[in-house]
C-alpha cells in the first residue's frame, strides 16, 4: 500500500507538468482551430530562456517571471506575422506553419546553445527531501507541483469567473458569431495564444531542475501531451488537467512492476477512451 | 500580405542555413601538409553530425584533423601526407553506407573510419567488405564482431572488455547489494546478460532492475522502489542525457544521501559537463579514457595539452579513440611498407601507446582500451585540482589496456 501510495505522488505531480502544457495546447486549439505542433518546441524555448535567466541572473525564481514574458513576446510576433495571415485559409496551412516552427525553433536552439543539454540547479532552499513515513518526497517537486496547481487554479478562474473567460468560451464555440456580436476576435485569439504559450514556459521551468534543458527536449514531451490532449478531449481545459493528471498517474504505477511497458501503457490507455468516448474524456461532443 | 510571405521566406532562409550547418560534409582535409611530397595517403571520415551524437561526432573530426596534422608535419607516412575526407552519415545508416560506398569509388580511399551509431558501423563494414578496404569503426558496440570482415577493426571500447575489471572493483569497493538500471535496448540488455552470469561469482546480490526505455527524462516513477530496496550501490548503464536525469532525480529524492552510491556504467566528459558539479560529486563511473589521467599515463597528458592547445577543450573519449586510430593505421602503413590493405591490417595488431595504452588484437580486430575508475570533483575539488571548468573527475582506479582483458578469441 505504501508503495502505491508513493507511486501516486509522484505521479500526480508529474501530471501537473503535463496538465499545464496540455492546457495550453488545447486553449489555443479551442481558439484558433488550430494544433500547435510547435507547442514542444516552444516549451524547449521556455526552458532555455529560462536557463538563461538562472545561468545570468542565478535567481530561480526569476526565470519563472521572466521565460513566460519572453514567450509571450514571442507569442505576440509568431501570432501576428506567421499565423494569422494562414488561419484564414482552408486546409493545412497554419499546421504546417507550427509543424515548420518546430524545426526552426530546435535547430535555433541547438545552433544558439549547442547540440548537448545544460543542466539547472535546483534552487537552493529547495534542494532536500520531504519526509512522508513511507517515503521521502523531493521538496522541489512538491513546491513546483503546488506552484502547477495554483497556475491550473488561477487559468481556470479566468476561464470561468471573468468576463474574458466568457469571451474565450463564446470564440471557442462560435468565433463567427462572436464576431457579429463585435468581439475583437483577432484580440481574443492573440491572448489565448499568448497564455497559452506562457503556460508552456513555466511547465519547462519548473520542470527544468529536475530534468534539465536539451535542444530535443520539446519534441520528446509533444508526444505525450498529444496523447494527453486526445485523453482529456482537445479543447477542454478540464480535459486537459484531467489527462495530464491521468497520464502521469498511469506511467508512474506502470513503471512500479514493469517499466518497459511505461511508455506503451499511455498509448493503450489512449486507444481505450479513444474507443469508448471518441471524443476524450471531457471533450464537447 | 506582402509582409508575412517576406518574413516567412527569412524563416525559410533560417532553416536552410541550419540545415546547411549539419553539411560538415566533402571538405577536403585539413591545412597544406608541410614535409611530405607525393601522393596523399587519402583517410575517409564518416560521421554523423546531425543527431543525438552530433557533439561527439565533431570531437572525432577535431581529434583526426589533429592527428592528421602532427603526421604530415612530421614528414608524412612513406613520405606521402595524409589527407582527411569528412562525411556526414546524418545519424542514418543507408546514408552511412551510401558515404563509404561514394568514399571508396569517387574518392578512392585508402582507408574508413567511423562513425558513431552501431547500424552505421554494420553498414560501413558491410561495404568495405566487400571492396577490400580497411575500416576502424569507432563507437562502443559489442555487435561488429560477428560481422567484421578481414579489414576491419574496432578501436572503441566494447563492454565484455570492460566487464571484468570494472564489475569487480565496484562489487570490492562499493557494496555487494546492487540495484541495477539498463537501458532497454541492445547495449543494456548485453550489460544485463553479463551481471546475470557474473553476480554470483562476484558476491553480488541484485536487490531489483530497472529496464527503463531509451530516452526516458523521467525517472521519479523508479525512485520509491529503489528507495525501498536500500541497495548500497545504484549501477545506471543509461547512457549520456538519461543517466544526468536519473542523477538529478534521485539527487531531489534523496537517494544518494544516504549510505548508497552510485556507479556510472559509462560516462564521458560531454556527459559530465552536462550533468556538473552538483550532480557527480562522489559519484563514480567507468570513464575509457580520461583527459585527467595524465599521472597515470603520461601519453594522455600529452595528446590531452595538444588537443586543447588547439581546440580551447580537453579532448573526450571519442576524441582519443580516433586521434588513436589515425595514428595506429599511420603506424601500421609505415610498418607494413605499403597501403596495400591485406599488408597494413597485417601489421595493425599490437599494443599502442597514443592517448593511453591499447591492445588491438589479430583475431577478431578488437581493442582492450585502458578503463578508469573515476569519482566525481565537487566544484571546490576541481578548483584545487587547478581546472575549475574541466577537472571533473579524479582517478580513483585504472587498469591499462592489455591482451589479458579481451574474452576468448571466437566468445
Not at chain 1, 527531501?129 to 513511507?134: A, D
Not at chain 2, 571538405?27 to 543527431?51: C, D, E, N, R
Not at chain 2, 566525481?376 to 580513483?396: C, I, K, S, Y
Request: hydrophobic share 50%.
Amino acid at each position: 500500500m505504501e508503495e502505491v501510495a508513493s507511486q501516486v505522488l509522484v505521479g500526480l505531480a508529474n501530471g501537473v507538468m503535463l496538465a499545464l502544457l496540455a492546457a495550453g495546447l488545447s486553449l489555443i486549439f479551442g481558439q484558433m482551430n488550430v494544433v500547435n505542433f510547435a507547442h514542444g518546441a516552444i516549451y524547449a524555448l521556455g526552458a532555455y530562456l529560462g536557463f538563461l535567466m538562472v545561468d545570468r541572473l542565478g535567481v530561480f525564481w526569476l526565470a519563472l517571471v521572466g521565460a513566460p514574458i519572453g514567450l509571450i513576446l514571442v507569442g505576440i510576433v509568431t501570432e501576428r506575422w506567421l499565423l494569422r495571415p494562414l488561419l484564414d485559409r482552408t486546409g493545412l496551412e497554419p499546421l504546417l506553419m507550427t509543424f515548420g516552427l518546430s524545426y526552426v525553433i530546435t535547430e535555433s536552439i541547438r545552433v544558439g546553445f549547442g547540440k548537448i543539454g545544460k543542466p539547472v540547479d535546483i534552487p537552493g532552499e529547495l534542494s532536500g527531501t520531504i519526509p512522508l513515513g513511507f517515503m521521502d518526497f523531493s521538496k522541489y517537486l512538491a513546491v513546483a507541483a503546488a506552484i502547477g496547481v495554483v497556475l491550473l487554479v488561477l487559468t481556470w478562474l479566468v476561464l470561468e469567473r471573468t468576463d474574458l473567460g466568457r469571451i474565450i468560451r463564446a470564440v471557442a464555440q462560435d468565433s463567427a458569431m462572436s464576431m457579429a456580436l463585435g468581439i475583437d476576435v483577432i484580440h481574443v485569439r492573440r491572448i489565448v495564444f499568448c497564455l497559452g504559450l506562457a503556460l508552456a514556459a513555466l511547465a519547462a521551468v519548473l520542470s527544468a531542475p529536475l530534468r534539465g534543458v536539451h535542444p530535443d527536449m520539446g519534441l520528446e514531451i509533444l508526444v505525450t501531451v498529444f496523447v494527453v490532449v486526445v485523453v482529456g478531449g482537445l479543447g477542454s481545459f478540464g480535459g486537459s488537467v484531467a489527462g495530464g493528471l491521468l497520464i502521469g498517474l498511469v506511467t508512474s504505477l506502470v513503471s512500479m512492476e514493469w517499466p518497459q511497458w511505461k511508455d506503451v501503457a499511455i498509448f493503450i490507455l489512449m486507444s481505450l477512451v479513444l474507443l469508448a468516448r471518441p471524443r476524450g474524456l471531457l471533450g464537447r461532443e | 500580405m506582402r509582409k508575412p510571405l517576406l518574413l516567412l521566406a527569412v524563416w525559410l532562409a533560417s532553416l536552410a542555413v541550419v540545415a546547411c550547418a549539419g553539411e560538415e560534409a566533402t571538405t577536403p582535409g585539413t591545412g597544406t601538409p608541410t614535409g611530405a611530397s607525393g601522393q596523399p595517403i587519402k583517410i575517409g571520415l564518416v560521421l554523423p553530425f546531425v543527431g543525438v551524437y552530433a557533439s561527439l561526432a565533431e570531437s572525432q573530426a577535431n581529434a583526426a584533423r589533429l592527428a592528421v596534422d602532427e603526421i604530415n608535419a612530421a614528414g608524412g607516412v612513406l613520405g606521402r601526407p595524409l589527407q582527411l575526407i569528412i562525411r556526414d552519415d546524418k545519424l542514418q545508416t543507408d546514408e552511412a553506407a551510401r558515404q563509404a560506398q561514394s568514399l571508396i569509388q569517387q574518392e578512392r580511399v585508402d582507408m574508413i573510419a567511423g562513425t558513431i551509431h552501431a547500424g552505421g558501423n554494420l553498414a560501413i563494414n558491410s561495404v568495405t567488405k566487400a571492396a577490400g578496404v580497411l575500416y576502424f569503426a569507432t563507437s562502443a558496440t559489442d555487435t561488429l564482431r560477428k560481422e567484421r570482415g578481414e579489414y576491419t577493426f574496432h578501436t572503441a571500447w566494447a563492454q565484455s572488455a570492460a566487464a571484468p575489471f570494472v564489475l569487480d572493483w565496484v562489487s570490492k569497493n562499493l557494496g555487494r547489494r546492487w540495484w541495477v538500471i539498463y537501458p532497454d535496448y541492445a547495449y543494456g540488455h548485453e550489460w544485463k546478460a553479463i551481471l546475470d552470469r557474473t553476480a554470483s561469482r562476484l558476491g553480488v546480490t541484485i536487490v531489483g532492475e530497472t529496464m527503463a526505455p531509451l530516452g526516458t527524462t523521467d525517472f521519479s516513477s523508479y525512485i520509491p522502489s529503489i528507495a525501498r530496496a536500500n541497495p548500497e550501490v545504484v549501477y545506471v548503464f543509461s547512457a549520456g542525457g538519461d543517466m544526468v536525469n536519473f542523477f538529478k532525480q534521485a539527487t531531489a529524492f534523496g537517494l544518494f544521501d544516504a549510505d548508497t552510491k552510485v556507479m556510472a556504467g559509462i560516462t564521458d566528459l560531454t556527459i559530465d559537463k552536462s550533468a556538473g558539479y552538483d550532480l557527480i560529486a562522489n559519484t563514480h563511473a567507468l570513464l575509457p579514457f580520461y583527459w585527467g589521467a595524465s599521472s597515470q599515463y603520461p601519453s594522455t597528458g600529452r595528446f590531452a595539452q595538444a588537443y586543447r592547445a588547439r581546440y580551447g577543450v580537453p579532448p573526450d573519449g571519442y576524441a582519443a579513440i580516433m586521434y588513436d586510430t589515425i595514428k595506429v593505421y599511420a603506424e601500421a602503413v609505415k610498418k607494413a611498407g605499403t597501403t596495400d590493405p591485406s599488408r597494413v591490417a597485417a601489421a595493425v595488431p599490437g599494443s599502442y601507446d597514443f592517448t593511453e595504452p591499447i591492445f588491438i588484437r589479430q583475431c577478431d580486430g578488437e581493442i582492450a582500451r585502458t578503463m578508469i575508475v573515476g569519482r566525481g570533483n565537487t566544484a571546490d575539488q576541481a578548483r584545487q585540482a587547478g581546472d575549475p571548468e574541466w577537472a571533473l573527475r579524479q582517478v580513483v582506479a585504472s587498469a591499462a589496456g592489455a591482451e589479458s582483458m579481451l574474452p576468448p578469441c571466437g566468445q
